[in-house]
């Protein structure tokens, strides 16, 4: 079990552990025996592990949920619905910027210089910034857009969808969180029957 | 007919290949300009020049009145020498290669009976073309669909026009299949019959090339298939953000059920609060002693960074003398109250009242707290000589807040 002493670290400091993050500790987590190992470990805890849909990030889960839990995960989830716009315009903003076929995903590279370059061209896109970076969410006090980024930048590091491989160095590499918030989205959107389609009929019935 | 026409009528046929190839050459640039536009612009070509072009069947003209347009063969041929994926097609139309094969094979059957042998040689050159012609035909396909797949369809920006593009090329694959399949070998077989030549060309060879385009086709049709997935979810991912931003925009205010007050709470919402792992160097274990000294000796000398020191000398004040010399005799005049509740013998002395009584003028409040603090500040052997009284009240009957208006100090005498 000590060999997996990081590993059970990050995850129980509540990170998203997915390939991006930490590849050896992700491969390790494939391993049915190593995640029951972990699991037993975490039982005095009240901690399990827990997975996505696709299952592509690990992250720690109660195991038994008592009222204490209940009032922790109602405001969690209240955090993360009240960062959800902000999130999801700047995943659009991302690949509207850098005019990219999807959404921004596990193991994209960003670079805060792409984005001043292109925003520096384009009004709409420098309006957008301005807006989204002075969102509670990203809370950035300036008007300058390299300060603004670099803001938004740190934000989403701290809030572990983003991974900076050289502190010194300015470049991203996005994570297997964004695929957790995308699998929330839609699961809000079931859940609550919103009139939300990411699919349409035609395509679906080529699909068949 | 004699030997010698088709053979003049060979020379001619390639002079005049000559000529018309090189009516490319010279108007190439009108030609790649009606390549790239809708019309042949006809600035700077002669009439003659125009007629002689149409004559090539490299240009024509679709309708009296409309412009000149290049001739699909040569538009795609353009295609193909430039491997623009956007105009290249894939046709290998291969029912009827398969018929002129069966009426080739007749004729060189008939001129092989007839003992005709330059005819028996033409007849089988031509053969060997068709039999090039369908395989060529084929192995542009399947390059074709490589490039596009390689390129992830990287000649159109739109994810919608990638994800048609995508259908279009499986489409085409479909077909190419169809058309592999209308090869049957055993009909080949016997339509060869017993002759060397032929069997060597039209089964042998051609069932090689076409089990290798087969595979490549199958592995090219996979590769779609897999790229076509992931389009899709791309572009579901896309839409799926797009509805939620446009959702939240309208209704500002929305807010989901709390799905942590389910009785069964959903595996997505289950996050558990963070623990951090705290640890400490464990002086109770001798073991560790060695790694522990060991460990002390590399801990890097003198941490100085720069923002820390700077901080730390912000929040001190530099000590002022002035200020110095003040509190020095604050605590001296607070001595001499001390000095005076001793000579007072076991008599409570209020501190206000030695203040007023005295000629000192330090403020009530600082007093106060000086001998308050003097008296907490005295080693606990003489503290127990004094007896400390505060004269309080309570500053408001809700909360335990309680105000020092005094404090009465007297010597404790034994009892």
């Excluded at chain 1, 839609?186 to 029957?193: A, G, K, L, T």
């Amino acid at each position: 079990m000590i060999e997996q002493g990081p590993l059970l670290e990050r995850l129980l400091a509540g990170e998203f552990l997915c390939a991006v993050s930490d590849e050896t500790a992700f491969r390790h987590l494939q391993d049915e025996t190593v995640r029951e190992q972990i699991d037993a470990y975490l039982r005095p805890l009240n901690r399990r592990l827990a997975t996505n849909t696709d299952g592509n990030v690990y992250f720690l889960a109660w195991l038994r949920i008592d009222e204490a839990a209940r009032e922790q995960l109602s405001r969690q989830l209240s955090d993360t619905v009240g960062s959800l716009l902000p999130m999801l315009e700047w995943l659009q903003l991302v690949q509207e910027t850098l005019g990219r076929d999807g959404l921004a995903a596990p193991g994209d590279v960003l670079k805060p210089a792409d984005f001043s370059s292109r925003c520096e061209d384009h009004q709409g896109l420098r309006d957008r910034l301005d807006r989204l970076a002075s969102d509670p969410f990203f809370g950035s006090q300036s008007d300058q857009l390299d300060a603004q980024l670099k803001q938004v930048f740190k934000r989403l590091k701290e809030h572990g969808y983003l991974l900076q491989p050289h502190a010194d160095r300015q470049y991203y590499v996005v994570t297997g969180k964004i695929d957790y918030l995308i699998d929330l989205v839609r699961f809000i959107r079931d859940e609550e029957h919103l009139p939300i389609k990411d699919q349409s009929s035609s395509s679906q019935q080529s699909l068949l | 007919m004699s030997s010698g026409d088709p053979h003049a009528l060979e020379s001619r046929l390639i002079s005049l290949g000559i000529d018309r190839l090189g009516l490319l050459g010279r108007h190439a640039e009108t030609l790649m300009a009606g390549y790239a536009r809708d019309e042949v612009p006809l600035e700077g070509l002669s009439t003659q020049a125009l007629n002689r072009l149409l004559g090539a069947r490299i240009l024509w003209r679709p309708d009296e009145q409309g412009g000149v347009k290049l001739a699909p063969k040569v538009r795609e041929l353009i295609a193909e020498m430039l491997a623009d994926e956007t105009r290249r097609h894939v046709n290998a139309d291969v029912a009827e290669t398969l018929e002129l094969m069966r009426s080739l094979v007749q004729s060189y059957r008939e001129a092989r009976d007839a003992g005709e042998y330059w005819r028996q040689e033409q007849q089988l050159l031509r053969l060997r073309q068709e039999v090039d012609d369908l395989n060529g035909r084929f192995a542009d396909a399947i390059d074709s669909l490589w490039r596009r797949l390689n390129s992830d369809f990287g000649f159109v920006s739109r994810l919608g026009d990638k994800i048609r593009e995508n259908e279009r090329a499986q489409k085409q694959i479909v077909r190419l299949l169809d058309g592999l399949e209308l090869i049957k070998f055993d009909e080949l077989i016997e339509l060869v019959g017993s002759d060397g030549a032929l069997r060597k060309l039209l089964v042998s060879g051609l069932q090689q090339q076409l089990t290798h385009h087969y595979t490549s086709l199958r592995e090219v049709q996979r590769r779609l298939i897999e790229l076509m997935a992931r389009f899709r979810q791309q572009q579901s991912r896309s839409r799926l953000v797009a509805g939620m931003v446009g959702f939240l925009r309208e209704h500002p205010g929305f807010v989901p059920g709390n799905y942590a007050r389910r009785s069964e709470v959903p595996e997505l919402i289950n996050r558990a609060a963070p623990i951090r792992p705290a640890g400490a160097v464990a002086l109770d274990h001798d073991a560790d002693a060695r790694l522990i000294t060991e460990l002390l000796h590399c801990l890097p000398r003198s941490v100085s960074r720069p923002e820390p020191v700077t901080a730390a000398g912000a929040a001190e004040w530099p000590e002022d003398t002035r200020v110095a010399a003040r509190r020095q005799a604050l605590k001296e005049d607070v001595e001499g109250f001390y000095l005076a509740v001793v000579d007072q013998d076991g008599e409570g002395v209020s501190a206000l009242e030695y203040l007023q009584g005295s000629d000192l003028d330090w403020d009530e409040e600082l007093w106060l707290f000086q001998v308050i603090a003097e008296y907490q500040a005295l080693p606990r052997s003489e503290q127990r000589a004094f007896r400390l009284h505060r004269v309080e009240t309570e500053a408001s009957p809700f909360n335990h807040l309680r105000l020092i208006h005094d404090v009465h100090l007297r010597l404790a005498l034994p009892a």
